[in-house]
C-alpha cells in the first residue's frame, strides 16, 4: 500500500527552492488574477478598492514575474512587487523588466514564512496564485495572516487553491505518478517516467467508464493543453506537497484569521448558474447561506480549483448587483455565437454550454459585445442597447446573470486592442518582446500561443513602422517555406494570420502603449 507520506509531507523550504530553481514554473499572466477584474468583482459586491491605475499590488509566489509584468506595463503609476523563494525565478524576472525598462515592478527573493513587517507594506492588492495549496501548513497560515496585517483598509486579496471534491480522483493519478517514479531522483528523469507511463496506460475505446482511464485521458488532455507540461507534471503531480481542501475548510481558515470571502475570481466556475435547471433549483430552495450553496455546486460539479477573493471581515458586503456599482465597469464578452438550426441567436460560453437570450435589449447588447470581441465595450454604453424600458436595476440583474454564466467578464478598465487591421498594424512592446519565446500576453492578460514561426517574425515586426506590404516581403526574405507559395498566398497568409492576432487581442494602436 502507497504510504500517506507520499502525498501528505510538508515540504521543506530548501526542497521547494531546488525544485523551482531546476524547473522553473511557466513564467505566464493568469487572467484571473489581474487587479482590473479583481476590481470589478470588489466593486460589485460593494468593496471599493484603489483603482488599478494607481495603487500598490503585491503577488507571493510571483515565480518570475510574468503576472506582474504585462500589469506594471498597463498601469505605470501603480507599484507592483513580487516575492518569490526562488532565485533563479527572480532572476529571470529581473532581467525581462529591465530589458523592457520597467521601474514599477521590484522582484524579490524570500520565504513567505520569513517575511516580517518591516520587509512588507500595506497593499491594496495581494495575489496568491498557485502557491497556497502547495506549501506548508505553516506557510499557509502565513499567507492569511500577511493578507489580513498587509492590505488597505478596502483592499482585496486573491488566493487560489486545489480543492476537493475534484482533487479526490486527482489524487489517485498523483499517487500513482509518485508510486511509479517513487525510486526515481532526478526531476527531469521523473517526469519522463512520469510521461511514459501516461502514454503507456490502456485508455481504450472500449474502457470508456473504467474511472482511470477518464483521470488518464483528462490529464493527457491537459499536458497537451499546457504551456510547459514538464513544469506542471512535476509541481503539481509530482511534488511532494499538494493539499486541496473542501470551499468550505477553506473559509473556516479565512474567518479564523480575520478575512472575509468576497466572491469567486471567475464567478462562472463556480456559480450556481452553472448547474442544471434541477439542481440549481434544488439548492438555491434548499440552502440559502451562499458559501453552502457554494460548497453544493462544488460537489454537484466535482470543482478541483477555487480561486477566492477576501477582503477584511469587517467590511459589510452587497449581495445583489446594482446598477450605481456596475456603471463605471467595462464589459468583454467570453461568449460566442453558436449555429442554431432555427436560425434564432445562440451563444456557446466560455466553458462551452450553449445558451440564447430571450430578451430582445440583452440578446443586442450580446451581439455587440461579441462583434467586439475581444474589445471592451462601457456598461454606460451598452446600457442604452438594452432599451427604456428595462429598469436600472433589472439591466444590472440582466449583465449580471451573463457574468455568472461566464459569457461576459467585467473590468474596471477597459482591454486595449483593436480588431482592424492598421496600414501600419501595431503590438505591445511585451508582446514584441514575448514572442520569441512562443507565448505571449494578450491585451486581456490571457497568455496565447504563437501557432508557428511566421507568426512569431511577424509580431516582432510589429512596431508599428511596417506597412503590410513591406510586412510581407520582410517575411518572404526571412520564411523558406517547404514548397512554392505565389504572391497572392502570401498575401493571404499574412493578412489571415494579422486578423488571428488580432482577434485573440495581440494588435492595438500605438497611441494606447503608455510610454516607457
Ligand atoms: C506553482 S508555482 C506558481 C507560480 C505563479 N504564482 C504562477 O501561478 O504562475 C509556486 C511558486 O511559489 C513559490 N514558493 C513556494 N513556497 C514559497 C515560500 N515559502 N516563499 C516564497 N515563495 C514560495 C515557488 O518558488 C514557486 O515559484
Redesign the pocket.
Known amino acids: 500500500m502507497i504510504e500517506r507520506r507520499l502525498t501528505h509531507s510538508d515540504?521543506t523550504?530548501n526542497d521547494?527552492?531546488k525544485s523551482?530553481d531546476e524547473i522553473?514554473?511557466?513564467?505566464?499572466a493568469?487572467p484571473f488574477t489581474h487587479i482590473s477584474r479583481v476590481a470589478a468583482i470588489g466593486r460589485l459586491r460593494g468593496v471599493t478598492p484603489a483603482s488599478p491605475g494607481g495603487c500598490q499590488v503585491l503577488?507571493?509566489?510571483?515565480?518570475?514575474g510574468?503576472?506582474l509584468l504585462p500589469m506594471a506595463l498597463q498601469f505605470h503609476e501603480s507599484r507592483f512587487v513580487g516575492?518569490?523563494?526562488?532565485p533563479v525565478?527572480i532572476n529571470m524576472g529581473r532581467e525581462m523588466a529591465a530589458d523592457l525598462s520597467v521601474t514599477n515592478l521590484e522582484l524579490r527573493t524570500?520565504?513567505?514564512?520569513e517575511l516580517g513587517d518591516g520587509d512588507l507594506e500595506r497593499y491594496d492588492y495581494i495575489?496568491?496564485?498557485?502557491?497556497y495549496s502547495?506549501?506548508?501548513s505553516e506557510?499557509r497560515e502565513k499567507i492569511l495572516s500577511i493578507c489580513r496585517d498587509h492590505l488597505h483598509e478596502n483592499g482585496l486579496a486573491y488566493v487560489?487553491y486545489n480543492c476537493f471534491p475534484g482533487w479526490h480522483g486527482k489524487q489517485a493519478l498523483r499517487e500513482m505518478l509518485r508510486y511509479h517514479t517513487r525510486r526515481i531522483d532526478d526531476p527531469r528523469k521523473k517526469v519522463k517516467a512520469a510521461l511514459a507511463l501516461l502514454t503507456a496506460f490502456p485508455t481504450s475505446a472500449d474502457l470508456p467508464d473504467d474511472p482511470a482511464t477518464t483521470l488518464v485521458q483528462r490529464l493527457r488532455h491537459d499536458l497537451e493543453n499546457i504551456d510547459d507540461p514538464v513544469a506542471y507534471l512535476v509541481?503539481?503531480y509530482l511534488v511532494d506537497a499538494n493539499e486541496p481542501l473542501y470551499f468550505r475548510e477553506f473559509l473556516d481558515r479565512v474567518e479564523a484569521s480575520g478575512l472575509r470571502y468576497v466572491d469567486d475570481a471567475f464567478p462562472g466556475s463556480t456559480a450556481l448558474d452553472r448547474l442544471a435547471p434541477a439542481p440549481r433549483q434544488w439548492i438555491s430552495e434548499t440552502f440559502t447561506d451562499d458559501s453552502e450553496q457554494q460548497q453544493y455546486v462544488d460537489y454537484f460539479c466535482n470543482v478541483s480549483f477555487r480561486r477566492s477573493l477576501l477582503c477584511h471581515s469587517c467590511l459589510p458586503l452587497e449581495h445583489d448587483v446594482t446598477f450605481d456599482r456596475l456603471q463605471p465597469l467595462y464589459v468583454t464578452a467570453t461568449c460566442c455565437r453558436e449555429d442554431s438550426e432555427d436560425g434564432a441567436p445562440r451563444f456557446r460560453n466560455d466553458p462551452g454550454r450553449r445558451f440564447s437570450v430571450e430578451h430582445p435589449g440583452l440578446q443586442n447588447a450580446l451581439e455587440r459585445l461579441v462583434d467586439a470581441r475581444p474589445a471592451s465595450i462601457s456598461v454606460a454604453q451598452l446600457r442604452d442597447v438594452l432599451g427604456n424600458d428595462v429598469a436600472d436595476d433589472e439591466a444590472a440583474a440582466m449583465f449580471d446573470s451573463l457574468f455568472r454564466n461566464a459569457s461576459v467578464e467585467f473590468t474596471s478598465h477597459p482591454f486595449c486592442c483593436t480588431l482592424d487591421i492598421d496600414e501600419r498594424p501595431y503590438a505591445s512592446r511585451l508582446v514584441r518582446y514575448q514572442s520569441a519565446a512562443g507565448t505571449v500576453t494578450s491585451a486581456a492578460h490571457r497568455p496565447v500561443g504563437l501557432s508557428n514561426t511566421l507568426e512569431k517574425y511577424l509580431l516582432q515586426l510589429l512596431d508599428g513602422t511596417h506597412t503590410v506590404r513591406q510586412l510581407i516581403t520582410s517575411l518572404r526574405q526571412r520564411l523558406t517555406p517547404d514548397k512554392p507559395i505565389t504572391d497572392a498566398q502570401w498575401d493571404a497568409l499574412v493578412r489571415g494570420h494579422l486578423s488571428r492576432l488580432a482577434n485573440v487581442g495581440l494588435l492595438r494602436s500605438p497611441e494606447s502603449e503608455p510610454l516607457p
Open positions: 515540504p523550504t521547494l527552492r523551482y522553473p514554473y511557466p513564467n505566464i493568469t503577488e507571493l509566489g510571483c515565480a518570475a510574468g503576472n516575492i518569490d523563494l526562488s525565478q524570500g520565504d513567505i514564512l495575489i496568491v496564485h498557485g502557491v502547495w506549501v506548508s506557510v487560489s509541481h503539481e
